[in-house]
């Protein structure tokens, strides 16, 4: 028997199954399981709790399943786009490849498959959902937590009925709805980087089904086999805030870029909680504020083209919070009062966070010791551990803000506030850089100092 598999397949198949793995790789890689269907060859590798399938279209002869050792693609998978050949005798196989110009032929051992089932089976129905569905099972398999507690934290739901997609780690909750999905029940599968993967999102649309043991996503030549759990999942629904009138922010989208860059280099970055204050009242721009524990060094980012409705409220968040907030598109921010969670807000999703104890808020500081502006490189920020409660049952709820209006009288007035702000922002960073090389020279004279009293020359 003789297979004829596409290099670029084979690499594909080899990173997208490491991104199947929970936690980190234990052990050798896994057996590979090779079948033939008819139009098509199947590869499938079983790996914790998701089954792995690739197709390779095209004729071949029929034969009966058989397992690779999983270590080959390391050597095979490499550059190049030329095809591997797989000529299977009894219990050998002898696979051909190049390798810089160079022929390659190597022997491996072929054994009939374990006592799995070599694919587990495809569901009766598999419905076409957005390829948005997969980039809502990525980032909530982002959001859970790494273990499970009384609540199965460390799993992402999936809610057929109502067309959820949601994660929680106790202190964030990631919630996106709008699916139509093939099911009416809950399930709960595992976390896995799957579905962020660029190979994974070159397809338009993705067919999601469900069977006894499996939640099944399928984009390409790729199906997924996640196997379900049973497990408490807390009531997403009963967390978000559901006070009438909350302070709204409708974050304009130049100001969620500046916001974006800026809010990673505001002081207080190193501290413990990395804190930022989010200083909101109508009639006035909004102020998302950061001081330095340390140096009490105290500066801010004004939102000028953004509007603030009810209010006034000033409350601390995990800068984390609001850098993903802008990463998933929210375009609304909510502010409930100083013990409610806050809540950012999309299309068809739901961000929240638990807010920070009230001594983290910083007042409005006079002066101010700079305004921070969009830099290139900002430092990463990532979320702090504050624990939220989490109620146990789940239900709908939504929000939409009306986008600002843009027929504002006003509009010249703040244009030429804005121009004012970016050069005060100009100023900002050239005293932030002139501060920046007083503590170099500071910390340089401190280091000659102590060499000099080890006494360790002329």
């Known amino acids: 028997m003789m297979l004829t598999v596409p290099r670029p397949f084979l690499r594909a198949f080899r990173d997208l199954g490491r991104t199947c793995v929970v936690g980190r790789p234990r052990g050798p890689a896994p057996p590979v399981t090779v079948a033939h269907t008819g139009d098509a060859g199947v590869w499938a590798v079983h790996l914790d709790a998701v089954v792995l399938t690739g197709r390779v279209p095209g004729p071949a002869e029929p034969f009966d399943p058989i397992e690779l050792p999983g270590g080959l693609f390391d050597a095979v998978a490499g550059p190049g786009d030329d095809p591997v050949t797989v000529a299977v005798a009894g219990r050998r196989a002898e696979v051909r490849w190049t390798d810089r110009g160079r022929d390659r032929v190597e022997t491996v051992a072929v054994t009939p498959p374990g006592p799995k089932p070599a694919f587990p089976t495809d569901p009766k129905e598999l419905s076409s959902v957005p390829i948005a569905f997969s980039t809502a099972l990525h980032e909530a398999g982002r959001t859970t937590s ?14 057929g009925g109502t067309g959820d997609v949601m994660a929680s780690d106790g202190v964030t909750v990631y919630w996106h709805t709008g699916f139509s999905l093939p099911f009416a029940d809950a399930v709960l599968v595992p ?9 994974w999102a070159k397809a338009a649309t993705v067919g999601v089904g469900r069977t ?8 390409g030549p790729w199906t997924a086999f996640l196997r379900t759990a049973a497990g408490r999942f807390p009531d997403v629904a009963a967390v978000v805030p559901r006070t009438p009138t909350p302070t709204s922010l409708a974050l304009d989208p130049a100001d969620a870029g500046v916001l974006a860059a800026g809010v990673p280099t505001l ?14 009242a109508p009639g006035r721009p909004a102020v998302v504020r950061g001081r330095d524990e340390a140096t009490g060094d105290t ?3 004004v939102l000028p083209r953004s509007r603030v409705t009810n209010g006034p409220s000033r409350v601390a968040v995990d800068r984390a919070f609001l850098i993903r907030a802008i990463a998933l598109g929210c375009s609304t921010i909510r502010v409930a009062g100083a013990n409610q969670p806050v809540v950012a807000c999309g299309d068809n999703l739901t961000w929240l966070a638990a807010n920070l104890h009230p001594d983290a808020v910083v007042a409005a500081a006079a002066p101010v010791a700079a305004l921070v502006a969009a830099t290139s490189h900002p430092p990463p920020a990532t979320e702090a551990r504050s624990p939220m409660k989490l109620p146990e049952q789940n239900g709908p709820a939504r929000d939409r803000t009306e986008p600002a209006d843009p027929g504002d009288p006003l509009a010249d007035a703040e244009a030429l506030r804005s121009h004012l702000f970016e050069a005060t922002q100009a100023a900002g960073r050239l005293v932030a850089v002139l501060k920046s090389k007083k503590k170099e020279q500071r910390a340089l004279a401190s280091v000659y100092s102590s060499l000099k009293s080890l006494n360790l020359g002329p």
């Open 267 to 280: 002081p207080g970055h190193r501290d413990e909680k990395r804190p930022v204050t989010l200083d909101l």
């Open 146 to 159: 790494r273990e499970a507690t009384r609540y199965a934290l460390d799993r992402v739901q999936v809610r």
């Open 191 to 199: 976390a896995v980087a799957l579905f962020g993967s660029a190979e």
């Open 212 to 219: 006894n043991d499996h939640l099944v996503v399928r984009a």
């Open 299 to 301: 500066a801010e980012i």
